[in-house]
Every structure is written in structure tokens, then in C-alpha cells.
């Protein structure tokens, strides 16, 4: 009887800190010894432009603004943010995963918004679900 293993897709929220690469060390350790078993793993980047953020790139933002996000200032900075540390952590994540044997598909996603609630959001849309004894969840 062979068995098949419950991990089908693999969400992995990372945002750069220590915990983070350990979790990332993990995800790559467990996808290489699964093989080609789950069918993907999304890297999901939560380092979300925040007001201390934008406060030292920004020095005359008023945070009560709701205009702010559509302001060509702060898409400027957005895509700054993303090219100089978003882009750059996904990349660095994606080596380690592939220098630790993982081979299957490696998505990355970047979310705004607060991280845990935009972590469950995600694992429900995109249906990052579980089996076990034959029985179908989500987290």
C-alpha cells in the first residue's frame, strides 16, 4: 500500500525576520524530502508599507488622508519598496527553497494589509486545504 502524502500546496507567509528563515529552512527541508508530492508552494510576502515606513521616506505625509494611497507619491514609494525589499526576499527565499532540494512550483504572492488576516484570507481563497483520513478541511 502506498502512501500519499496530505500536503498537496504549501503557504508560506515570510516577511524577512529571523523566525521567517526558519520557517523558510523548514518549508524547503520538508517540500525536498516530499518530492514532487505537493504540487506547489506559494510564497506569500507580507511586508506591507506601513506609517513608520512611509514616515522616514515620506517626511509631509498626514496619515489621515485617505487619498494617500492613490497619490503618485505613494505609488512611487510602493514600487520602491517592492523593487529595493519585496523582490529581493522573494528571490533570496526562492534559492534557499531550490538549494534545499525543493522542486515543485514556487509561486510568489505579495499581500497588503494586516498579516494574519490577510495569511487566513489567502489560505481560504486559494484553497490551501488538508486531508486526513480521507476526510477534506481548510486551515
Not at 113 to 133: C, D, S
Request: one cysteine or more; charged letters at 30%; hydrophobic letters at 40%.
Amino acid at each position: 500500500m502506498k502512501l500519499k502524502c496530505p500536503i498537496q500546496k504549501i503557504l508560506l507567509p515570510t516577511d524577512g525576520s529571523e523566525h521567517s528563515r526558519r520557517a523558510v529552512h523548514f518549508a524547503g527541508v520538508l517540500g525536498a524530502s516530499l518530492g514532487k508530492s505537493p504540487s506547489s508552494l506559494s510564497v506569500l510576502s507580507l511586508r506591507v508599507i506601513t506609517g513608520s515606513y512611509l514616515a522616514r521616506h515620506i517626511s509631509y505625509i498626514d496619515f489621515r488622508a485617505e487619498v494617500l494611497k492613490e497619490s503618485e507619491t505613494f505609488k512611487r514609494v510602493a514600487l520602491d519598496h517592492f523593487a529595493k525589499n519585496i523582490k529581493p526576499l522573494l528571490d533570496e527565499t526562492e534559492m534557499i527553497l531550490r538549494n534545499l532540494g525543493y522542486e515543485a512550483q514556487i509561486e510568489k504572492l505579495i499581500r497588503e494589509g494586516e498579516p494574519a488576516r490577510e495569511i487566513i484570507l489567502t489560505a481560504k481563497r486559494r484553497e490551501f486545504l488538508y486531508h486526513y483520513n480521507g476526510k477534506k478541511g481548510t486551515f
